[in-house]
Each structure stands twice: as structure tokens, then as C-alpha cells.
């Protein structure tokens, strides 16, 4: 299959904001794709190589496209570095200055989305000395066989900035339809990739198999499971009002979550956001290293701790681990523990179905005879029935350093990537003193004035409604920003403009700077929320016409690099703080 078919797909998607019009598109292009490259069909629309585990990093500066398109298209780089900074997008330049080029060239040998994506593997898997110079050789081929609107998207692939605003819930939704004939088929497909988080691999059973295949997806060792995730409520009384009977309440702390396979000497840790994060944490994986069970998945939180005073530290101190060099001395430097809470597979059993009372008798029994010394410990973990048991619990928490306590129900199952009654997280603020901070993602900027020309004077931020999937904006922020974090933020920023308001963004009449991709979160603190003619976080629920925002937003410094834009704090997290505010 030529790619020249799905970069006009990609030219039409580019041009809508309708998610119906997205999935229409996806849908013929899915229809049109031979079955056995359907699962690299999906992973390009993703702007991907692989499942969302396996990082998609090209590792290729501007630098080295600016010069492929030179040698492309014999324009010097100055003059192509120009047109960058006139337009802002590599992409768009290559559509640009390669303009005429298929009209000249004339032997145009048609590109396959099979070449395509083994050549961009090579240039993902070429390392070492002289890398830099087959890269590049890669690339301008890949360029000299393209038309302008395949050059365009090649480059946009390469850099990682397609952009086209397809939620998962969307490409889910196409794939559906495409090999079931029904969109409510979803459902199926959304738990199967919540196990296996490859949508390109549940595209290709499909399309050869039949939904029964899809059925029998299982979690698999090695495979990073889709996190459970936790409802927010304000006070002890609501989350006992939840769970019938006794809960379990646990320390909250404010680290990592890492979920760990292990396969007897074998150990990968992934993050939240499924990154694989195994090379961060040595002395973690030495301690794993351990225990003596045949295999495990289990999940837990890394925080770092005062090496002094053994209390947990904020999560700033962790980050400090994100490095890729010197990462022994900064193991020494920052050192962590990690706080397990959960087991997802033991023994070569998928224990997801167990309840969680046995899944954590469970790891203390895996615990209680391994010699893991104090990097390795269960969460704090009691029984609780009552609220003055819970408020007493909190304060323990909090005077241990930890952000507040998560209420489980005993009998739940672990339902990955689902966010569900069976965990709830209490924060905080039901205490009345600290109001609780909400994660926000920024959607849009206007630009700086005065100090802050040339950067990004005011965030528009958006909570996540998870029902519809969509952004809905809460607030304007513009406050809490040192200069060298607005200068970050700014640089991240910049990764993820795009021409127009994103189509799952809902902005009302707002006008703004620029535009972005949902994907970078803040940690924001507000001492009320309101209601407002402007926002459309829960717009028209409480009064026609009228959203919910925040007042006086300020950012904390904390950058959630943790969570991507769906991990936001969602409409009805806001909707429930709000009500809370009345009582
Ligand atoms: P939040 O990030 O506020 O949505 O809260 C959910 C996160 O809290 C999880 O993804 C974990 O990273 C973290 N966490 C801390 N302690 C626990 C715990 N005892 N059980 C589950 N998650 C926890």
C-alpha cells in the first residue's frame, strides 16, 4: 500500500476538528489497508513505531532535517532555517520548498507504508559512531521518493509532531467499526487494550480474527498494564457511603507509580504513562533482584526519602532521577523506597480477578520471607469503618509526609485503566485548612508582555471529562511561574503548537495566542471554584450558560511529566469539589 494514500488521509484529518469526520476517515483508510500491515498502519497514525510502551524517539534534532532538505531540494540551510522560523513547522516547510520537485523528477518510484516503516525503525535503531550520517542518508531518500505531502509527513513522523487530535477512544472507535460493522463492540477492544496497551496489535487480531480473539487477551509479563485509577471524594463519610462494610485505607504518598515484571532475573519498571523507566532506578532493581518468586507483577509508588530522617520527600526530589547519565552518583544523591500496593500477576496467574483484601495477604506473604532490607515495603495498610477512624488515619498520613489516604473497597478487582468507586483518593482539603491542588492540562497561551516577551504570558487550562472524551477549559493561569520554569515550560510548549484550537478541546468563544496539543499538566492550587459565563468545565450542569472555573489560579512549580492529558483532573472531580464548597 502506498503511503501516499494515508498522508491525503492525514491532509484531510489535518483539516477537521469532528471527531464523527475523524473516525469517517480513519474508517476508509482502515477499510482500504491489506491485513497484514494493518497494525503499522495503526501504530503511524499513532505518530508511533510500536505499542505505546516502546518509546517512538527518532532521536532527530531539527538540525539534521533542516540539512536532509537541503540536500533534498538544494536550498542552503540558511535559507530553509528561514522558512522554519517564518512558518514554524519542518513539516510544513518541506511541503513548501519541495513544492515542484515531483514535477521535475521523472522517475517517481511510489513509496509503501511498508518501506516507510522499516526505514524509520533502521533510523530509530541506528546508534553509535557515524549514526548521525546514516540517519541522515536514510532520511533523504525517504525524502528524494516522496511527493511534498508525503515529505511533509514524513518529517512530521520523524520529529514526532503529527498531531492530528486522535484520541485513542477515536482510533478504538474506527477499529470497531471497521472489523465489527458496530462502534459498540468498543467496549471489548477498550478492555483488551487496557491489558495490552497495543492498539496496533488489537487492530491486526481483529482484522484477521473475530472479537472472541480480542476476548481472550490476557496481561502477559513484560507488558505494562493500563493502571486502575482512583475517583476523588471530598470527605471520609462519602467514601465510606461507597463501600459496603469495612475498607481498607492506605498512605497516599507522592511519588511514582512504578509497576514491576519480573521474571526471575529479568525485571522491567514502567511508569504510569507506561514509559519504560527500568535504567532510572538500579538500586530498586537490586533489591527486586532479591526475591526469590518465580515471576510477579506488582505496582507500587518510588518516593524519595531524606536519607537523614527516612521521611518521605516531595516529588520534585524524584524527579531528580530523570537523568540519563551519572545515575549511580544520583542514585547515592536521591535515594527512594519503594511502597508496593498492589499484585497483578503471580506464579503465572493473572491475579486482576482476585480481591484486593487477597492480593495484598498475598504480597505480604511474598514479602514477609524475602530480604529486600527497607528499599522494599508494602504501603501503609489498615482497616478502617468508621470516620473518625479515617480522619485519625489522614492525620498520620499527613504528618508522615504524604499527600492524604486512598480508601479501597477490600473486594474489588483490579480493572486495568479503569477509574472506578473500588479506589478513591482523599486529599487534603476535606480538612478544611490546605486547599488540595487539581491537575490541569494547558490547551492554549496568550503571548507575554513586558519581562515576558517572547514567552507564554497566560495559560489556558482544561480539566479531562472522561465521558465524552474532551478537554473543557477551568482557568487562566498566569501566576507561580519563575522565570526558569516558565522558560521550560515554554520549550516543552513549543513542542506541541498546533494551527487551530484542538478538536477535543472545548473553548467556547475564548480567543487565544496559540494553540496546543493537550499533553503538558500542572499541578494548580485555587482557593475557590465559581461559576463563569467564560469556561466550559461543566458547562450548562449547574446553571445555563455558565461553567465552572477557578479563581485566583496559581501554578505550584510542579510539572506532572507523570501524567498525560487524560490523567487530568476530570470534569466531575471539579463538578464534586464544587458541590462540596456549597455544604
Ligand atoms: P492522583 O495522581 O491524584 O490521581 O492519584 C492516584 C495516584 O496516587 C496513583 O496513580 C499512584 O501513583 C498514587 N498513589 C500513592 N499512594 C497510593 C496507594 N496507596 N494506592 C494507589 N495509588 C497510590
Known amino acids: 500500500m502506498n503511503f501516499l494514500e494515508l498522508a491525503e488521509t492525514f491532509a484531510m484529518m489535518e483539516k477537521t476538528t469532528s471527531r464523527l469526520e475523524l473516525t469517517d476517515h480513519l474508517v476508509s483508510i482502515l477499510k482500504k489497508t491489506p491485513t497484514d500491515i494493518i497494525d503499522k498502519l495503526v501504530y503511524l497514525i499513532q505518530g508511533k513505531l510500536g505499542p505505546d510502551y516502546e518509546s517512538s524517539d527518532l532521536g532527530i534534532a531539527d538540525k539534521l532535517i533542516i540539512k536532509s532538505l537541503s ?111 458496530e462502534k459498540k463492540n468498543r467496549r471489548i477492544l477498550e478492555r483488551a487494550y487496557n491489558v495490552s496497551s497495543d492498539l496496533g496489535k488489537i487492530a491486526l487480531i481483529l482484522s484477521k480474527g473475530s472479537i472472541e480473539d480480542i476476548q ?66 538500579p538500586d ?18 518510588v518516593v524519595a526519602i531524606d536519607p537523614a530522617t527516612k521521611k518521605y520527600l516531595p516529588f520534585q526530589a524524584l524527579m531528580r532521577r530523570r537523568r540519563k547519565y551519572n545515575i549511580q552518583q544520583i542514585t547515592l544523591d536521591y535515594p527512594v523506597i519503594l511502597n508496593l500496593f498492589d499484585l497483578l500477576y503471580y506464579n503465572g496467574l493473572d491475579k486482576t480477578h482476585v480481591p484486593l483484601s487477597e492480593r495484598r495477604r498475598l504480597l505480604e506473604e511474598i514479602f514477609s520471607t524475602q530480604k529486600t532490607g527497607d528499599k522494599i515495603i508494602l504501603i501503609d495498610q489498615i482497616k478502617v469503618s468508621r470516620i473518625d477512624e479515617i480522619e485519625n488515619y489522614t492525620e498520620k498520613a499527613l504528618k508522615n509526609g504524604c499527600e492524604g489516604i486512598m480508601v479501597k473497597n477490600p473486594n474489588s478487582q483490579y ?11 482523599l486529599k487534603k482539603e476535606y480538612s478544611g485548612e490546605v486547599t488540595d491542588s487539581v491537575d490541569l492540562v494547558i490547551v492554549g497561551a496568550l503571548h507575554g508582555k513586558g519581562r515576558r516577551v517572547g514567552k507564554y504570558g497566560a495559560l489556558l487550562l482544561a480539566t479531562y471529562d472522561a465521558e465524552r472524551d474532551v478537554f473543557c477549559t477551568i482557568c487562566k493561569v ?18 506541541h503548537v498546533i494551527k487551530h484550537k484542538h478538536s477535543r478541546v472545548e473553548s467556547g468563544n475564548t480567543k487565544m495566542d496559540t494553540w496546543f496539543e493537550p499533553k503538558i499538566v500542572l499541578e494548580i492550587l485555587s482557593p475557590e471554584i465559581t461559576l463563569s459565563p467564560v ?7 449547574i446553571k445555563s450558560g455558565y461553567g465552572l472555573a477557578l479563581r485566583f489560579p496559581k ?3 510542579k510539572i506532572r511529566e507523570d501524567k498525560s492529558a487524560e490523567d487530568a483532573t476530570t470534569v466531575k472531580d471539579i463538578f464534586e469539589i464544587y458541590r462540596s464548597q456549597l455544604k
Not at 259 to 266: E, L
Open 71 to 181: 540536500l533534498v531540494s538544494g536550498h542552503s540551510p540558511a535559507y530553509i532555517q528561514n522558512k522554519y522560523s517564518d512558518i514554524g513547522d519542518l513539516g510544513e516547510v518541506a511541503y513548501n520548498i519541495l513544492t515542484n520537485k515531483i514535477q521535475t523528477t521523472l522517475i517517481h518510484q511510489l513509496l509503501t507504508i511498508e518501506y516507510l516503516f522499516e526505514t524509520l525503525l533502521k533510523i530509530a535503531n541506528t546508534s553509535g559512531t557515524g549514526s548521525l550520517d546514516v540517519k541522515l542518508r536514510f532520511i533523504v531518500s525517504l525524502l528524494n521518493n516522496s511527493s511534498n505531502l508525503e515529505a511533509k509527513f514524513i518529517v512530521k513522523l520523524i520529529l514526532g509532531n503529527l498531531r492530528l487530535g486522535i484520541a485513542n477512544f477515536t482510533l478504538l472507535d474506527a477499529i470497531s467499526l471497521t472489523f465489527t460493522g
Open 216 to 281: 481472550s487477551i490476557s496481561i502477559s509479563l513484560f507488558i505494562p498494564i493500563r493502571p486502575m485509577l482512583a475517583e476523588r471524594v471530598s470527605n471520609p463519610s462519602e467514601a465510606l457511603e461507597k463501600i459496603n462494610g469495612d475498607a481498607l485505607a492506605e498512605f497516599k504518598i507522592d511519588g511514582e507509580r512504578i509497576q514491576i515484571h519480573k521474571k526471575g532475573k529479568k525485571i522491567e519498571l514502567f511508569t504510569r504513562s507506561l514509559e519504560n523507566v527500568t535504567s532510572n532506578f
Open 284 to 301: 530498586i532493581l537490586s533489591a527486586l533482584d532479591e526475591i526469590e518468586t518465580k515471576d510477579l507483577i506488582a505496582e507500587g509508588e
Open 415 to 425: 480493572r486495568a485503566g479503569a477509574r472506578e468507586w473500588a479506589w478513591m483518593k
Open 478 to 495: 498566569g501566576t507561580g511561574f519563575t522565570d526558569n520554569v516558565l522558560i521550560d515550560i515554554t520549550d516543552k510548549l513549543n513542542m
Open 535 to 541: 469556561y466550559t468545565t461543566a458547562i450548562n450542569r
Open 555 to 557: 501554578f505550584t512549580g
